[in-house]
T-cell receptor, first 115, second 109 residues
């Protein structure tokens, strides 16, 4: 099992550009998440999905969009990149059962800089 | 989800037990306590979780007080590789996990 795979690992964007961060998991997990982490801070939830075709906003969704067409994939779209979106982005997945989110498995992160 | 309070940083000597405290005084009956750690800038790694009873696995032990308002993560024999930021999170059916800044644990030789 590869676990959770994120691409790209690094990216530099110009202000106003758009891009998609890819996330794939091969554990057949129903829940998937996108977090961002600014220096010295904890993780903040951007969007999450409880299954294919179902997504919802987290704490900091502005400037981002997601889709979940399959169980495996959960891409994060940045529209009109701004310097405030410079951050490290983590994708995670978990197997939700019996009222518990379960252990979250994280990808290695995608480091995005907007100049 | 309930909020958690952790010390900003802690030191521990290599080979000794590292005890990391966490307060979660507003925890509700169906909420679990999870611990994760983040080494350098890698993705967080799951350590252990519990509901009411104390738990132990190959990495650590989790001690939850009887009133469930606080818990302690114990790394029995800390090594230099245990230097990391440790996050205590309380979560239940609400999947919007709230991550604080965690405790930066430094293991000293």
């Amino acid at each position: 099992n590869a676990g959770v795979t994120q691409t790209p690992k690094f990216r530099i964007l110009k202000i106003g550009q758009s891009m998609t961060l890819q996330c794939t998991q091969d554990m057949n997990h129903n829940y998937m998440y996108w977090y961002r982490q600014d220096p010295g801070m904890g993780l903040k939830l951007i969007y999450y999905s409880v299954g294919a075709g179902i997504t919802d906003k987290g704490e900091v969704p502005n400037g981002y969009n997601v889709s979940r067409s399959t169980t495996e994939d959960f891409p994060l779209r940045l529209e009109l990149a701004a310097p405030s979106q410079t951050s490290v982005y983590f994708c995670a997945s978990s197997l939700y059962s019996r009222g518990n989110t379960g252990e979250l498995f994280f990808g290695e992160g995608s480091r995005l800089t907007v100049l | 989800d309930a909020k958690t309070t952790q010390p900003t940083s802690m030191d521990c000597a290599e080979g000794r037990a590292a005890n990391l405290p966490c307060n979660h005084s507003t925890i509700s009956g169906n909420e679990y306590v999870y611990w994760y750690r983040q080494i350098h800038s890698q993705g967080p790694q799951y350590i252990i979780h519990g509901l009411k009873n104390n738990e132990t696995n190959e990495m650590a032990s989790l001690i939850i007080t009887e009133d469930r308002k606080s818990s302690t993560l114990i790394l029995p024999h800390a090594t230099l590789r245990d230097t990391a930021v440790y996050y205590c999170i309380v979560t239940g059916s609400n999947y919007q996990l709230i991550w604080g800044a965690g405790t930066k644990l430094i293991i000293k030789p």
